[in-house]
């Protein structure tokens, strides 16, 4: 288990995550929405758990990665909306520099990026702490 990481940020006494990469669900979600726009597959296509060279790979090279194929298919993101459901921990303190941080990565001015977090009253494994989610859009223009 390792530190939890969201668009890259740190979150601090959050509970510890089992994973692969470096375990970002947040920006896994993000670069499956990439690659959606350029319908280039899913993150598990492009970056197996069964390769060993994607072990502790930091998820900003997932999303650069899908970002590249985006632009060689002519378009140019021009939105992301990202959803974490999560019943622990509480992440609104947490939502401006993920935001931040996630429109670096896609070159995006702040305001075209949205972060919101979410919790399941108790249902499902995230409601039980078992585990958290994320559920991202990217909007795209051609290029």
């Known amino acids: 288990a390792r530190p939890m990481v969201l668009c890259g940020v740190a979150i601090p006494g959050a509970p510890r995550v089992s994973a692969h990469s470096d375990g970002d669900v947040a920006l896994h979600a993000v670069t ?3 690659l959606c726009v350029c319908a280039g597959g899913d993150i598990g ?3 197996p758990d069964t390769d060993a060279a994607n072990e502790n790979m930091p998820s900003c090279v997932f999303v650069a990665e ?8 002519g ?3 021009v939105h992301v909306g990202l959803t974490l459901v999560a019943q622990v921990p509480r992440l609104a303190q947490h939502k401006a520099s ?3 941080q996630l429109a670096q990565l896609l070159e995006l001015p702040t305001e075209c ?3 919101a977090a979410t919790t399941e009253e108790g249902l499902g494994f995230t409601g039980a702490k078992l ?3 994320a559920v991202a859009v990217v909007t795209a223009m051609p290029d």
């Open 32 to 34: 499956d929405a990439l």
């Open 45 to 47: 296509m492009l970056f």
């Open 66 to 73: 899908a970002l590249r194929r985006v632009r060689l298919a």
């Open 75 to 77: 378009y140019r993101p």
């Open 98 to 100: 993920m935001a931040e």
């Open 113 to 115: 990026v949205n972060v």
């Open 131 to 133: 585990g958290i989610k």
